[in-house]
């Protein structure tokens, strides 16, 4: 005999699972936490994207590029003169090493060649040191940048406080403002969580 379907009475058919009103609250709550957290990390994107075009057009980074330069400049501009300085001290010690006194010369005559032969190669040990010492300056890397640029920049910021207390100051904005947008993904991340953790108890429980 055919089974009519009366309206008003509900079937013995089993309803799925997915129908009940709490499941369908827990699907809308994390779909809503999706979308607070997928539009947060879109605005922490556009955020970070500002603070770096800002900070490319911001007359500091434009005016530090000059000391920048300025100081490269000078740090050039020493090395040659000590490069010249030991080519021009190499040829002189090896004048004085080719005057050397002869065998039949008297004992105080050596030794002031000699003494002259030993300042001026330590004369010529000091200008390398130098060298050395800009050469470092020059191609080494400081603790976050290169040493050229660290040494610009405390010149810079010395120079110009007003300028340097704008700077900071709207890099202090930017952190903050990345702060509280990481914040506020933690906050939308947490009823995510629990909503996983209810799904799986739940899973758990009618398992059991």
Not at 30 to 43: F, N, P, S, V
């Amino acid at each position: 005999m055919k089974r009519l379907a009366i309206p008003g009475i509900e079937s013995n058919d089993p309803k799925p699972a997915n129908a009940s009103p709490l499941n369908n609250q827990d699907v809308a709550r994390e779909k809503t936490g999706a979308e607070l957290l997928r539009a947060a990390q879109e605005a922490e994107v556009e955020q970070q994207a500002l603070l770096e075009t800002s900070s490319q057009e911001h007359p500091y980074r434009q005016i530090l590029a000059l000391y920048v330069q300025a100081k490269l400049d000078q740090v050039v501009h020493i090395e040659d003169r000590l490069e010249n300085m030991i080519v021009r001290q190499q040829a002189h010690l090896q004048q004085i090493q080719a005057s050397a006194p002869g065998r039949l010369s008297l004992p105080g005559s050596r030794r002031a060649w000699q003494n002259r032969q030993s300042q001026q190669q330590t004369r010529l040990q000091t200008l390398h040191t130098r060298l050395e010492a800009v050469r470092e300056i020059k191609e080494g890397m400081g603790l976050h940048s290169p040493k050229i640029e660290e040494l610009a920049t405390r010149k810079m910021r010395a120079e110009n406080p007003e300028l340097t207390s704008d700077w900071d100051a709207m890099r202090e904005a930017g952190r903050r403002h990345l702060l509280q947008l990481h914040e506020q993904e933690g906050k939308q991340s947490q009823p995510l969580k629990r909503t996983g953790r209810s799904q799986n108890l739940g899973l758990t429980a009618r398992s059991t």
